[in-house]
């Protein structure tokens, strides 16, 4: 009887372990940050970045463990093409998004918000205009530096492209779901919300598999989430 391989097992196990270890250095590096009110503008920026790293720092020890080198993550500037890739990528999840709430809506389910976002809605409107800039400078790069640029290329080792991407993105909507409880304690709510993440990094991982080339997601990541943080701070404003 032939013995199934259990290399897909592995890496599976390993996929799990880093995304693990991402929230805990996540969380770790953030925890200094407490020192400073996290009710300040100040102290919400530093845990914003300083939490975001720690998927970065993730992605740093996956390289130094696995002996692989920098060029591992596949990060080019963009060609020409590549910028149109990247207006027709963020404009892509954008749609997406609109799409998916106008079918929520439709439906009548609840859809649980971002607790990153809830101290500007009780006025604390800065913080979005805050996170506008670290959306394209910290929290895309260093998301997708982890899970596109780690995760998904490790998975592909064992699994098929699109297996790998639908791994992926399962593991980004898990990484996200403490942000949504935190929101919301309405597991329907947090569960249509991961729909919607799932989807959205499906689509940023087939952007990745088509590109090849780690910028051109961070760019998109960064960009989609700054223009819903920019949207937001000018609804806010009326």
């Known amino acids: ?7 897909p097992v592995r890496h599976l196990g390993g996929a799990l372990l880093i995304t693990a270890g991402a929230f805990v250095l996540s969380v770790a590096l953030s925890l200094p940050a407490l020192f400073i009110s996290a009710e300040t503008l100040l102290g919400f920026t530093i845990i914003v970045i300083l939490s975001e790293l720690g998927f970065a720092a993730a992605a740093g020890v996956f390289l130094v463990v696995a002996h692989h080198r920098l060029d591992y993550f596949n990060l080019h500037w963009p060609a020409r093409r590549g910028y149109v890739a990247i207006v027709a990528g963020t404009v892509g999840l954008l749609v997406f998004r609109y799409l998916s709430l106008l079918l929520i809506f439709a ?28 959306s394209i400078l910290v929290i895309g790069p260093a998301e997708e530096l982890l899970f596109r640029g780690v995760l998904q290329r490790y998975l592909t080792e064992s699994f098929s492209t699109a297996s790998a991407i639908a791994l992926t993105s399962l593991l980004f909507t898990l ?64």
């Open 107 to 134: 439906l009548g389910l609840p859809v649980a918000g971002n607790a990153i976002v809830d101290p500007a809605l009780d006025g604390f409107r800065d913080t979005l205009l805050v996170l506008v800039p670290l």
């Open 175 to 238: 990484a996200h779901v403490p942000t949504s409880l935190l929101a919301t304690p309405d597991p329907l709510a947090v569960g249509v919300a991961g729909a919607v993440l799932f989807g959205i990094s499906v689509l940023l991982g087939v952007l990745y598999d088509r590109t090849q080339n780690l910028v051109i997601p961070m760019l998109v990541h960064g960009l989609y989430d700054a223009v819903l943080f920019g949207t937001a701070y000018v609804v806010l404003g009326f």
């Open 1 to 7: 009887m032939a013995v199934r391989s259990p290399t």
